[in-house]
């Protein structure tokens, strides 16, 4: 198969697999839209918010400090803290490209990074395609703006209950991303209930429970990541291996 080929086949897949994360997206975002309009930012605004930074939890932190009328700095700090766990998610993701491949992969990649896309990009064996993660991000990225901005415009108009259980969405697309290597790999299986129950934990306990989200979902990370190496290390693969890898 030669690299145009294999480069549209990844598309054509990643934009497949981006279909369930764009729903949810759709969904989620609504609530998005209502604090971009509490904030005073209009549906064309809240749009473009949405489409230019891809992280829910940067998004909203920029929201209440608008909202606040604070400073560009509080701003900028603010959203730095909220989305820190993808300086985890990012490094990781180097780890996994062709050193052949050109830089500006490693700069979009990085900056359409969010939990799914990472979660549906690095779980694919050998080289990461970037193509793969280019197709997904044409699916869900519009999903997620086209959202908010409706958010924004009709938000009001629907019952606080209704909007809170669009939510739901969320948890079911992740559902669909981590069963499928659970049922390929039991040490995932097992590994994923230690993460909900790990979680919980850090968010009840003293002390941890007052750091912010991001801050925490690094802290959890680097902990499982770490005791699951060591208990449980991968073999391996070597660059041929990596090479001849299904994109």
């Given at each position: 198969m030669d690299d145009k080929t294999r480069r549209k086949a990844a598309l054509v897949q990643g934009m497949r697999n981006g279909i369930p994360i764009g729903l949810g997206y759709f969904a989620v975002s609504f609530a998005l839209g209502i604090a971009a309009r509490n904030a005073g930012l209009s549906p064309f605004q809240s749009f473009l918010s949405s489409l230019l930074c891809n992280a829910s939890a940067g998004e909203y932190a920029g929201f209440r400090v608008i909202a606040a009328q604070s400073g560009l700095l509080t701003m900028a700090v603010m959203t730095f803290v909220a989305n820190a766990r993808y300086l985890l998610m990012s490094t990781a993701m180097s780890q996994r490209m062709d050193p052949k491949g050109h830089p500006i992969h490693r700069f979009l990649m990085s900056f359409f990074i969010t939990d799914e896309f990472f979660a549906i990009t690095i779980v694919r064996p050998g080289y990461l395609e970037p193509f793969y993660h280019y197709g997904a991000v044409l699916v869900a990225s519009p999903c997620w703006a086209l959202g908010t901005a409706l958010g924004c415009v009709a938000g009001e108009l629907m019952p606080a209950r209704a909007v809170s259980a669009l939510s739901v969405a969320l948890f079911g697309m992740f559902l669909a991303v981590i069963v499928p290597p659970a049922r390929k790999n039991k040490i995932i299986a097992r590994l994923i209930?230690?993460?909900?129950?790990?979680?919980?934990?850090?968010?009840?306990?003293?002390?941890?429970?007052?750091?912010?989200?991001g801050t925490r979902t690094i802290l959890l990370t680097a902990i499982i990541a770490s005791a699951a190496a060591a208990l449980f290390p991968h073999e391996k693969e070597t660059d041929e291996g990596k090479e001849g890898a299904e994109p």
């Open positions: 209930p230690v993460c909900f129950v790990a979680s919980f934990a850090l968010s009840r306990l003293p002390l941890v429970s007052r750091l912010s989200e």
